[in-house]
């Protein structure tokens, strides 16, 4: 799960269009599933893939790809259940 926050709207009346989100996080979502995430770059002995740090990844990977700087990642939850989550607020 992801939240973006800001203080103005768009012409269009949104902070950021949900398909630009979707699109941003199906790509990140695509770095991760399926995937062997101790095998990953971003992942190593000192940041190993608990929730927390997937949930950090997500977060600071996501506002790189938002162009508008007025619009930040407020929060990301990472689920590793139906009732286990960890959430980041940068």
Known sequence: EVCVT???LNRAGVLIDFGEIKHHVRE???TLDHKFLNEL????????PSSENIAVYIADALQ???DDPAV??????????????ATYLP
């Open 6 to 8: 800001g203080e103005t």
């Open 72 to 85: 930040r990642v407020s929060r990301v939850t990472a689920w590793e259940s139906e009732n286990a989550s």
């Open 28 to 30: 990140l979502m695509a």
């Open 64 to 66: 790189s790809r938002i």
């Open 41 to 48: 770059p971003v992942f190593n002995e000192t940041t190993p």
